[in-house]
T-cell receptor, first 117, second 113 residues
Framework: AQSVAQPEDQVNVAEGNPLTVKCTYSVSGNPYLFWYVQYPNRGLQFLLKYITGDNLVKGSYGFEAEFNKSQTSFHLKKPSALVSDSALYFCAVRHPYSGAGSYQLTFGKGTKLSVIP | DADVTQTPRNRITKTGKRIMLECSQTKGHDRMYWYRQDPGLGLRLIYYSFDVKDINKGEISDGYSVSRQAQAKFSLSLESAIPNQTALYFC????????????FGPGTRLTVL
């Protein structure tokens, strides 16, 4: 079975400081990993994904994430936080096979990011 | 994502009523999904469909049914709504060519009294 852990329910960071939102995963084989953001009263928006290749993945709004296979982690980062980054962030994992019998995308429980002016 | 729309956006209903939530997409994706979101639980998969003739149960399908009327339309029904089905419901779509990156609708907030 695959699983995702987001160990922090909430992360607070001052505007202009770097931010990190943590994610660890468990899945057999090489994972597909995703980050989504949810703003209040909105659906989830895709930020970035890791499929293969470079361990550092760049995404929307200046976010990036680093895949670390040995630590089974996929932490989301941004060099300088903005107040507008305040939102709920979800990490998700799936097995690379895409057949109907083996598909499932598993989400973490979410981390609320608050950027303080 | 404006390419995935959901109706209604908000619905209040009573226990025992039948409810249908609708999802439409203009992304041309074959795959569609229904999730529910509860505070502190993240998103849980209810049903998914890989094409018009394919329907699969997800993690929490009991009490729900779905219909894939066309490639672009995927409806979720609650045959007899109960209060613990109060939640935020999301539709999503994906395309295998995009590594199944899922794109979400704006959500339907359902309250069952």
């Amino acid at each position: 079975a695959q699983s995702v852990a987001q160990p922090e329910d909430q992360v607070n960071v001052a505007e202009g400081n770097p931010l990190t939102v943590k994610c660890t995963y468990s899945v057999s084989g090489n994972p597909y990993l995703f980050w989504y953001v949810q703003y209040p009263n909105r659906g989830l928006q895709f930020l970035l994904k890791y499929i293969t290749g470079d361990n550092l993945v760049k995404g929307s709004y200046g976010f990036e994430a680093e895949f670390n296979k040995s630590q089974t982690s996929f932490h989301l980062k941004k060099p300088s936080a903005l107040v507008s980054d305040s939102a709920l962030y979800f990490c998700a994992v799936r097995h690379p096979y895409s057949g109907a019998g083996s598909y499932q995308l598993t989400f973490g429980k979410g981390t609320k990011l608050s950027v303080i002016p | 994502d404006a390419d995935v729309t959901q109706t209604p956006r908000n619905r209040i209903t009573k226990t025992g009523k039948r409810i249908m939530l609708e999802c439409s997409q203009t992304k041309g994706h074959d795959r569609m999904y229904w999730y529910r979101q509860d505070p502190g639980l993240g998103l849980r998969l209810i049903y998914y469909s890989f094409d018009v003739k394919d329907i699969n149960k997800g993690e929490i399908s009991d009490g729900y049914s779905v219909s894939r009327q066309a490639q672009a339309k995927f409806s979720l029904s609650l045959e007899s709504a109960i209060p613990n089905q109060t939640a935020l419901y999301f539709c999503a779509t994906s395309d295998l060519r995009g590594a199944d990156t899922q794109y979400f609708g704006p959500g339907t907030r359902l309250t069952v009294l």
